[in-house]
């Protein structure tokens, strides 16, 4: 049922409402494969076409403002983490990450090298993100 051991370990972990930030449900048409990244065109919630990208590297997370409405937006600092779930198409197994929120930026930016990978092989279509 779960990609790895990291995943299990996690999904029990997402916090549910009133804890919850914001939430977002992405859906993912097509991946763009760069030398070291990823990236995707998806839309925000004005239907303005937003990038997402996701690299490698340290683990973690930049928030684009367009795609998440913060509650509380002055306490943008007292954001800490952002839990990014995915279901994979072909063998329905659920991959889950806590990722830190290091800012907000002009578009999403993903920190994740599993996520990647992932994204190169087009295995999932769909991405949640819970901030909290």
């Known amino acids: 049922m779960f990609f790895d051991g990291i995943s299990e370990q996690l999904f ?6 009133p804890l919850v930030r ?4 992405l859906n993912i048409d097509k991946f763009e494969i760069g030398q070291s990244y990823v990236t995707a065109k998806i839309q925000n919630r004005y239907a303005e076409n937003v990038t997402i990208n996701i690299q490698g590297g340290r683990p973690g997370i ?10 509380n937006p002055e306490n943008r600092d007292s954001l800490h983490y952002a839990y990014i779930t995915a279901k994979l198409i072909q063998s ?8 830190p929120v290091v800012g907000i ?3 999403l ?5 599993t996520l990647v990978e992932l994204s190169v092989k087009d295995a999932y279509d769909e991405l949640e993100i819970v901030v909290v």
Do not use: A, H, N, T
């Open 92 to 99: 329905g197994k659920i991959f889950v990450r806590k990722l």
């Open 12 to 17: 029990d972990e997402i916090p549910k409402s």
């Open 105 to 107: 930026r002009d578009w």
């Open 22 to 25: 914001s939430q977002v449900l």
């Open 62 to 71: 930049e928030l684009q403002d367009s795609l998440f409405k913060i509650k």
């Open 109 to 113: 930016l993903i920190y994740e090298d």
